[in-house]
């Protein structure tokens, strides 16, 4: 009986290795970095040169706006004197 333990004992023993050594092998891949494609710089100048003139026209409708609101007074009363 004791022969045999000692005989399953060692099987065990080979297996554990054999499976250590399978998880030796298994590597994590290192993931490549993607380069950042660099912006070409005209194209930027353009773009902002569109989103100021945007930016020009949204200022514009609302002075328009306020304008329309205010009324003076002040010429009819000159007018009157």
Same mark, same amino acid.
């Given at each position: 009986?004791?022969?045999?333990?000692?005989? /399953?004992?060692?099987?065990? *023993?080979?297996?554990?290795?054999? *499976?250590?050594?399978?998880?030796?092998?298994? /590597?994590? +891949?290192? +993931?490549?970095?993607?380069?950042?494609?660099?912006?070409?710089?005209?194209?930027?100048?353009?773009?902002?040169?569109?989103?100021? +003139?945007? +930016?020009?026209?949204? #200022?514009? =409708?609302?002075?328009?706006?306020?304008?329309?609101?205010? =009324?003076?007074?002040?010429? =009819?009363? #000159?007018?009157?004197?």
């Amino acid at each position: 009986m004791n022969s045999e333990e000692e005989e /399953k004992h060692e099987e065990e *023993e080979k297996h554990e290795e054999e *499976e250590k050594k399978k998880k030796k092998k298994k /590597k994590k +891949k290192k +993931k490549k970095k993607k380069k950042k494609k660099k912006k070409k710089k005209r194209n930027m100048k353009k773009k902002k040169k569109r989103n100021m +003139k945007k +930016k020009r026209r949204r #200022r514009r =409708r609302r002075r328009r706006r306020r304008r329309r609101r205010r =009324r003076r007074r002040r010429r =009819r009363r #000159r007018r009157g004197r």
